[in-house]
């Protein structure tokens, strides 16, 4: 059975934890990252992006500019692009005309930076005009109009107006007919446009959009590799490293994709090419292809996933390594990576509405996704490691990447606008639609308009507490698939009141409830909220005598300012329990602390000693993982020994 | 009380534990190593370290010769002197005349090769003729004058033949010319030559030498920094990445030598540097210098050292990073820079005789530097690992580095000679003579010549046993100062079958016996050799909750082949013993294996999961850290966690 993600309509105004975050997103980090994206404010990296449009729009008006004018990444078309599209999801729960006439600027300038012909993207107008097409491996043309295309669909999905969508379709009729006539062997260096491609192909229904999709994950990694006859051919390199022998598996490119079957490479690519082919396998249900996604699902969550959804484990390449390498302290876990696993999850959930899917793309979400941003919606992560130590965090060479504190921007900014595109149009994450069923994967306050002439509300302080309640906003015949997470055994189900047997009704993680319900119908979900301790697979040699702590979704951590300056020195009790304190509405923008019955082991002054330390009892505090590094400069730990 | 090590004729051929490694060093590395300087041994990495020395004598001889017939490091005159060295300190022991031809046809070359105006660089003169000493940042033209040198003392103290050294002094004078006089403000990229003019210093009573040593660490770091006046001026790189900002840290630069106060940059070239410093500090007794040496110490053993006495934590650079960052995987811990911090420490000790000193040497050289070479002589570790994982290490892009097994030779070929040139001269490292004093730093079997006229037999089989025995050969009158581990807190000391009350003749861990000894008076010494756990400061991110476990100077690991092919399943029982087994002559070259009481955790098919997986009591077992990846591919952990 085949779904789909439900239009962004679904989350109310308020202050539950996700309404709270998105308004964050509406009312600070939009008008923040424009703002910068602008160049409008000090101190931080400078994005010139959407200078570079102007440029790229005054070209296109016949006017001169000079190649040098150009400033920022190759791909930095695609930092506006994920903003706009930020922008108009935000629309879908607020209409802000204020916030549409900016996007409508933008949209402006992208039709004056557009030649006749389609192609737009300023990098190639401004900078290296004539080079359009030839750099496929490095420069990331089908990239930034994979990106463009999105937003084009949100903001045609939440405000119906189509001058932004006319412009990318004429751009992806442009790559159409440049890809599949004039160069059909080409295909991106960093795969986007593909995932991009099907969503365009839904938005107006013209089936070309998925045909160039297919095209695209079919002729990659075919033999001889593009790449290299593009080498030979081009003569000019954008980053001199890629002078060096071509890394096929940095690019997902070494194999044709049926035939890939570990999660190789770049993080971010490997998720955006396999969201793409899950969607193409979902939609045309070929088994080849599901099998390849299928296999590298596994190949990313069952050996190659940290516990908090972090993926790609190393900084070089920013990608995967080899099965159960995951260093928690030199780790890379790119925010994007694990938004690209949400992507991915989504779409093999829509093939086949199994839990894992759920589970993994809730554990990307609320722990990796979440630490991107600072509460205060204006720092952000783009590594996300599970421990710190200030002095050698950031600073040790092998460290570098990993920051103790979030920056405020980035010269390569991905991740920022990525985060907010994401939270903005959670609910179609939320909520998907199949064959006359609403399947309910995350949980989240507001309300969600079917696609079968019903609406449901949610009700719920989730994750502070596990209690959800839907109530049906007018008659409905049909299904209602409720997730039952894997970490919550202990679910307990009532439809108006009356406890429903669970396992009658349960399939895959979900709790299948059919029949005629009444406006005004309850279902309340009960989720198992004790915090637990988890353990890693003895594969994993950085985890191996440590657990890490979880409540519902949450990862937790423990931060030196909780616990004197110093959480290195600390284990667990692996007798002791775990305690969740009540709520604390002002901490940490409101969380549920943990406490832990630990051991302190006594500080030496020697390197090493031949005697064993001494240790005292503590309570151990610990606090989700995503609120870390919101108080200043501390220590951070996610795994502690256990003894 | 300034001392010096004992020339080279301290141990006997036998059967014991040094003897047996110095007769392999004689026998098997020795001939091994020359058949691969000279191109003779087939599916190794190709040396051509000799042939570039004929190339460079046919030069010299006026014959032409192709720049690009050169092949090799900048530096490979230096495995060439290595080996020399190595040889030539063979020779104290066994006279070898077939050796001894060998050694001099060299000898024949590096005379032909030299200019009448005594410059002697094999990379120079064929392959960039008319560019001495214009890139001293990279090209090492000293650091190989310094390893010629070393080798020309050697063949001199041990031979009493001096051509070599006639050769190396007019090479000496040349440099001194230069650098006093032409190029005052130049210095090594890699010190090197500072350590080897104070042994020339030494073995011609020429005090030129002493200063030409001082000025190189004087003129260290001073601004306007001459590195980057030297880029300036010369325009040619040998690796590209020099082309970046100058890395003054590299090179121990930053700074006039004085102001140093962290271990940094490239741990061999630190260990070198050190070393001269604290020679010259020692002959000198200049405050500042000693200081500066006892802080680097510090620096370096304190906060920047493996249990292993490994350092150098990253590949990058093969560098120091930051105080306690020693992650066991990706560690570097270059063969050379433990042989490094050998040196140091034993300029250390002979400025003041403090355990502290011997014991680290000791730590260096029973694990590291003993890991550096396979038991059969014929492979050697470069980077030594205290973790490995098949699959992992040498596999993911950060542990490529950290291979599971010992190649058989290097194209950067630093380490093999170097360890062989430590062994054959270990006797020096062993004992030391001051006023009227013999030191005894190591415990190793042979006959000792004191310069005060009297000669010392010692017969041990440690570190099997703790079991040593010293008998006076002749009358002695003066004092004899024998260290007393600090990791042996019951050392029992007896002369002539007598008990010593240690505490009464115990200073900074050595024991002070003076007065007159007869021919045959013995003294013995039986440490402390129960197996102990030891712990790392939790100031350690990667040590924490683990132990790891010591028998006397021997770090103990696990591989794989003891234990049902899994180590990282297995932890240390908290409260559980060690048992040291009976001695296995056949076992790993003789090896006394220990049992630990432990634990093996289940394994588990999920990556993570929400119960504690169980666990079973289990017999771990353990060998010498040295003798590590001598039995096939395997994984290996020192440290365990504790539960």
Redesign the interface.
């Given at each position: 059975m085949k779904n789909y993600g439900l239009p962004v309509t679904a989350v109310k105004e308020g202050e539950g934890f996700w309404p709270q975050r998105q308004k964050l997103i509406r009312d600070t980090v939009l008008p923040y990252q424009f703002s910068i994206l602008n160049d409008q404010l000090e101190g931080v990296e400078k994005s010139h992006a959407i200078e570079n449009l102007r440029l790229a729009a005054k070209a296109g008006s016949g006017q001169p500019v000079a190649p040098e004018e150009y400033y920022g990444m190759v791909f930095q078309d695609s930092d506006v692009a994920k903003w706009l599209e930020a922008a108009a999801f935000s629309l879908a729960q607020n209409r802000n005309p204020a916030l549409e006439e900016e996007i409508d600027r933008v949209v402006g300038l992208l039709s004056r930076a557009q030649f006749p012909d389609g192609y737009l993207n300023s990098y190639f107008t401004v900078k290296q005009p004539g080079r359009r097409w030839t750099n496929l491996q490095e420069a990331h043309e089908l990239y930034c109009a994979g990106h463009l295309i999105e937003a084009a669909c949100a903001y045609y999905e939440t405000t119906g107006k189509d001058d932004f969508l006319h412009i990318m379709r004429k751009n992806a009729d442009h790559i159409y007919a440049h890809f599949m006539r004039e160069n059909p062997r080409g295909f991106s260096g960093h795969p986007e446009v593909e995932l991009a491609l099907m969503k365009l192909f839904r938005a107006t229904g013209d089936s070309r959009y998925q045909e160039l999709a297919q095209h695209f994950v079919d002729v990659r990694g075919q033999d001889p590799h593009y790449f290299e006859e593009e080498r030979k051919k081009r003569g000019w390199y954008l980053w001199q490293e890629n002078d060096d022998a071509l890394d096929k598996d940095y690019t997902q490119s070494a194999k044709p994709v049926r035939e890939q079957k570990d999660a190789v490479g770049h993080s971010v690519r490997a998720m955006y090419l396999y969201t793409a082919m899950a969607d193409l396998a979902g939609e045309t249900g070929e088994a080849s292809l599901k099998n390849a996604c299928s296999q590298l699902w596994e190949s990313t969550?069952?050996?190659r996933?940290y516990?908090t959804g972090g993926i790609g484990?190393?900084t070089?390449?920013e990608?995967f390594?080899?099965?159960?390498?995951l260093?928690n302290?030199?780790v890379y876990a790119e925010t994007c990576a694990s938004i690209g696993l949400i992507f991915f999850a989504r779409k093999m959930l829509e093939m086949e509405p199994k839990v894992e899917y759920a589970d993994t793309m809730e554990r990307a979400l609320y722990n990796t996704v979440l630490a991107g941003m600072a509460l205060d919606g204006q720092r952000f992560f783009y590594v996300n490691p599970l421990?710190c130590?200030p002095?050698?965090s950031g600073?040790?060479?092998?460290?570098r990447h990993d920051l103790p504190q979030r920056p405020q921007w980035y010269a390569c900014a991905c991740c920022p606008p990525n985060v907010a595109r994401l939270l903005a149009s959670l609910g179609s994450y939320a909520y998907s639609a199949g064959e006359n069923t609403l399947f309910v994967h995350l949980y989240m306050d507001g309300r969600v308009e079917t696609p079968f002439g019903w609406a449901l509300n949610c009700e719920t302080d989730y994750p502070v507490s596990g209690h959800v309640t839907y109530t049906f906003c007018g008659a409905a015949q049909g299904t209602i698939a409720l997730r039952l997470p894997g970490?919550s055994p202990k679910a307990v189900l009532k439809r108006n009141g009356e406890a429903v047997n669970i396992g009658s009704v349960q399939r895959d993680g979900y709790a299948y409830l059919t029949g005629s319900f009444q406006e005004g119908d309850k279902l309340e979900l009960v989720l198992d909220m004790m915090p637990?301790?988890?353990?890693?697979?003895?594969?994993?040699?950085a985890d191996?005598?440590?657990?890490a702590v979880?409540r519902g979704p949450l990862v937790y951590c423990a931060e030196g300012i909780d616990n004197e300056g110093?959480v290195?020195?600390l284990?667990f009790r692996?007798e002791g329990g775990l305690e969740a304190q009540a709520f604390q509405p002002e901490l940490l923008g409101g969380i549920v602390p943990i406490t832990a019955r630990g051991w302190r082991?006594e500080?030496?002054?020697?390197?090493?000693?031949?005697?064993?330390?001494g240790r005292e009892p503590v309570e151990i505090r610990l606090i989700p993982y995503y609120a870390w590094a919101n108080r200043g400069l501390s220590q951070m730990?996610v795994w502690?020994?256990?003894?």
């Open positions: 969550v069952q050996r996933m516990v484990s190393t070089i390449g990608a390594t080899v099965d159960y390498d260093p302290d030199t421990e130590a002095g050698i600073v040790a060479v092998t460290h970490w637990r301790k988890v353990y890693a697979s003895s594969k994993v040699p191996t005598g440590r657990a979880q110093d290195f020195s284990s692996r082991t500080a030496t002054n020697s390197l090493y000693s031949d005697t064993r330390p730990r502690l020994p256990e003894n």
